[in-house]
């Protein structure tokens, strides 16, 4: 068979392997709603949810039915982006309405960030090369301060903004400054910046991002087909660069659900209008269809990008394919 | 005697390890002529690749090479490899050190770049691990003959690979042309690495354990591949082996390393026929070849 | 130098896990009662004498709540280290030694887990089911059965093939016993120390992200360094220390639980070769 016949049948397959893990991880959730004490709907309707509007949540959760049947009867409709209505939250809507632009917000503030996060880690390790003794003394502390959640992270930053601003206003500017992206609910773009820097920084992701790429890097500048290369005179950079797309999109990919996890404590932070701030709103007024159909999404997401991941590394890289995975 | 290419003198490798310092090439001199065949032969940890590798400029830090001289003849011209390596290496009184890895490398590899490919390249051991996973076989040989020849348009490119391929005794050229190493086997990939190296057109080609890890009758083919290539025109070559038939098979003159320093250095000729007086260890490698041994003890 | 840097880490780290632990012990035996420790003439007094870290917005003294606040994750994150490791090691020799569906199965429920969005669906249980710092840690153990399997499975699928484990095969030891001994205990230790310390700073980390984004967690007016941090986040510019004490409480045995685990393992599997 052709190599582009071979990949096209394992890019297939995984894409049938992606589809059965989102039915599984689907099933997963949908069985954490059933496992709710005592009588279910009561578990996930909010105090005082009249009795017809129980009925519906009901019938759309298949609680009314066992497990099994429920679970198809939810998943047919949810297989087609029907997670019901809003609740609380902006009742009448569908969870789809509101929670599909928000979803997309976040998506881009945590795929930019990640992706700024990577690009900086690249640069770092270039930067620093080959791992030396004395370099410790620098990663080390930065090491611990990367590995502040990102939650604290924020509000160091927020106090740092808050002493810029103090300073400002004193020396005779306008209450805040147009860039000042805390408390403020605004259209701009500015919040999404910082929001985005506290990303990158908290949770250790970056010294993390940066490890592992220093790592992979200083392994293949140490690789044997690497000297045989320079030994023939050629140039290393391009084989250097070919061999780091897949480690680097394996990483990416790896971390997507860790920068997923930090966007929901990010927005609410800065209070960006996002799935993350939509996620809490609603699990706080238990709006539950949201909740559920928001977990969903991320899931979804997840198993997307991984995908995408596994087909990219199977067009870089002729092993996977060999390998038939 | 013909033009030197290569003159390594008193050079000295040292580690790091948990044992303490620990001197892996103890002041060795060698030297290949154009047109010649060195064999280096010695048992694993007597120096003999660190020697190698150190002469390519690419023995990694953690002290790594700390004195001595390598000089590359390009074009009789000598150029010295570690020429003011005396400045990145720090002493402790009179006894050198540390040295400052990553200026050393700058320097050597600065040194190295108009040398490498064009005057000296490098067949080594692990073929699998010496080619680029991620590209086909007949890219890289396509990446040396375009270095080696810049003018040629790209489809002659392509043809003079699937020619190197075909000269290494590939039995389906174009086949292999479009194949990754992990589709190959051991020796092919071998046969694939010295295509790479071979059309790269040096002046001296460096075989570090071509034969290691590979199946009895498929280092027989190499090592004749190896003689064939070398009869086709004649080039010189520094071909480090443990394996003492392969050594005295192919080349002209043999020094054997052991501990780091040489112990013996003597024409193939004279140790295939026995003459001369020979180092007790060398004695006992040609004994265990069931050759010639004649006389014992210090030469 | 590079071995006096690591001794350095290993030590400072190690200092922060043994103070952590000590702490967590001796915590449950130290009387407090948040009712009473009320002092309203005593409001965000800074640290002192009498008050080490100062006190809080009603007077009481940060310092006693920060070794009382240990409690709440404490032994649910060791718990959950311990839970989360004995599965993670259980489920990769599972599925590094058996063949056919057993195999399958076990790394398609890896695989299913390890897709969970970790903070959304424990912000999901939680809304659930009552959320507890008990709960949590279980879910948090769950979720990170699939990364110690995946590692443990690496390990257990590469030394399938060494010598010397064929060599035990072939001396006719039993395989639960070469796979869980000599393959489990001897060789994974170090990677099983390495994600247990991992998910104990997961867990306190869980902890403090949701009393910071709502009220799930350890409520007022027992104390968590969580909701410690969550409440006085406001007052920070102005009073630091009953916020930046917990919050320092907080990155600190963080990392200095994942350097230990790290350059213990690191250590260990230096020795190991």
Request: hydrophobic share 50%; glycine share 10%; charged share 20%.
């Amino acid at each position: 068979m052709t190599r582009a016949s071979l990949l096209l049948i394992a890019a297939l397959r995984r894409t049938a392997g992606g589809l059965l893990l989102l039915v599984g991880a689907s099933f997963v959730i949908y069985i954490t709603i059933r496992s709710a004490p005592g009588d279910a709907i009561d578990a996930i309707s909010p105090m005082g949810t009249p009795p017809e509007v129980k009925a519906k949540l009901m019938a759309e959760f298949g609680l009314d039915r066992d497990p099994l049947t429920g679970y198809v009867a939810w998943l047919s409709r949810s297989a087609v982006g029907d997670f019901g209505e809003s609740l609380v939250f902006a009742p009448g809507a569908t969870v789809m309405d509101v929670g599909l632009p928000a979803f997309e917000r976040t998506l881009a503030l945590a795929g930019l960030a990640l992706a700024a996060c990577l690009v900086l880690a690249l640069l770092g390790a270039l930067l620093l090369g080959r791992p030396h003794p004395r370099q410790q003394l620098v990663t080390g502390p930065l090491y611990f301060v990367t590995a502040a959640p990102s939650f604290v992270v924020a509000v160091l930053f927020a106090q740092g903004m808050n002493w810029f601003v103090h300073t400002y206003v004193e020396q005779g500017g306008y209450e805040t400054p147009p860039w000042y992206p805390i408390p403020i609910y605004s259209e701009s773009w500015m919040p999404y910046l910082f929001a985005g820097i506290v990303l990158v920084a908290g949770d250790g992701l970056f010294t993390d991002f940066l490890n592992a790429v220093r790592a992979e890097l200083q392994g293949l500048r140490n690789a044997q087909f690497i000297a045989a290369v320079r030994a023939k005179g050629a140039r290393t950079v391009s084989h250097i660069a070919r061999n780091m797309v897949v480690p680097l999109v394996s990483g990416y990919a790896a971390r997507l659900p860790i920068v997923l996890g930090g966007v929901v404590i990010v927005e609410y932070i800065f209070t960006l209008d996002g799935a993350g701030y939509l996620l809490l709103e609603a699990a706080r007024e238990r709006d539950f269809p949201i909740v559920v159909g928001l977990s969903v999404l991320f899931t979804a997401t997840i198993i997307v990008v991984n995908l995408l991941a596994d087909i990219v590394r199977a067009l870089v890289d002729p092993r996977e394919v060999a390998r038939g995975g | 005697m013909s033009a030197p290419l290569l003159a390594v003198d008193d050079l000295v490798i040292e580690f790091d390890t948990q044992a303490g310092r620990r001197r892996v090439v103890d002041g060795v001199s060698f030297g290949v002529a154009e047109g010649e065949v060195l064999g280096i032969l010695g048992e694993s940890g007597s120096g003999k690749t660190m020697s190698t590798l150190a002469v390519l400029g690419l023995v990694a830090g953690n002290p790594g090479v700390m004195g001595g001289s390598i000089k590359v003849f390009d074009d009789g011209q000598p150029r010295e490899l570690l020429e003011g390596l005396g400045r990145v290496i720090k002493r402790r009184g009179d006894k050198p050190a540390r040295k400052n890895d990553r200026r050393w490398q700058r320097l050597v590899f600065r040194r190295m770049k108009p040398l490498w490919g064009r005057v000296m390249t490098a067949v080594f051991q692990n073929p699998r691990h010496s080619l680029d996973p991620l590209m086909t076989v007949g890219a890289q040989v396509e990446e040396s003959v375009r270095l080696a020849e810049p003018a040629l348009s790209k489809a002659e490119v392509g043809a003079r690979a699937v020619d190197w391929l075909a000269r290494v005794q590939m039995t389906d050229p174009s086949r292999v042309h479009g194949s990754y190493a992990h589709e190959l086997s051991g020796g092919m990939c071998q046969r694939a690495m010295i295509a790479v190296a071979l059309a790269r057109r040096p002046r001296l080609l460096i075989a570090d354990e071509p034969t290691t890890g590979l199946d009895t009758t498929v280092r027989a083919e190499i090592v004749a591949l190896f003689k064939e290539l070398l009869a086709d025109r004649g080039r010189s070559m520094l071909y480090i082996s443990h394996d003492i038939r392969e050594v005295l098979y192919l080349a002209d003159r043999v020094i054997v390393m052991r501990h780091g320093r040489i112990v013996e250095e003597a024409t193939a000729a004279d140790l295939k026929a026995g003459v001369g007086r020979r180092d007790p260890y060398t004695a006992s490698l040609l004994a265990a070849a069931e050759l010639p041994v004649g006389q014992q003890g210090a030469a | 130098m590079e071995a006096k840097a690591e001794r350095l880490g290993l030590w400072s780290s190690g200092a922060v896990v043994a103070v952590v632990l000590l702490l967590g012990v001796v915590a449950p035996f130290v009387a407090y009662d948040p009712a009473s420790a009320v002092d309203y003439d005593q409001q965000l007094v800074g640290p002192s004498a009498a008050h080490w870290f100062g006190t809080d917005g009603q007077g009481r003294d940060v310092a006693i709540r920060l070794l009382k606040g240990i409690e709440a994750f404490f032994l649910p994150g060791l718990l959950a280290g311990l839970a989360a490791t004995t599965l993670g090691a259980l489920a990769g020799a599972i599925a590094g030694y058996a063949e056919g569906w057993v195999r399958s199965a076990v790394l398609g429920l890896m695989q299913l887990i390890d897709t969970l969005p970790r903070l959304v669906f424990i912000i999901l249980v939680c809304t659930i089911l009552n959320p507890s710092i008990s709960l949590i840690a279980g879910v948090a153990a769950v979720l990170f059965v699939p990364n110690i399997a995946t590692v443990v499975r690496r390990k257990v699928e590469a030394l399938a093939s060494e010598d010397y484990i064929l060599a035990h095969i072939a001396h006719g030891f039993r395989p639960t016993r070469i796979l869980l001994y000599h393959i489990i205990w001897l060789q994974c230790r170090p990677l099983l120390i390495r994600q247990a310390t991992y998910v104990f700073g997961y867990v306190l980390f869980v902890e403090t992200a949701l009393s910071y984004l709502g009220d799930y967690g350890v409520q007022e007016p027992t104390p968590s360094w969580g909701n410690m941090v969550a409440q006085t986040r406001e007052l920070a510019g102005a009073a630091p220390w009953p916020w930046l004490f917990p919050a320092l409480a907080i990155v600190i045995t963080i990392s200095g639980f994942l350097a230990f685990g790290n350059l213990l393992a690191r250590r260990e599997e230096e020795a190991l070769r």
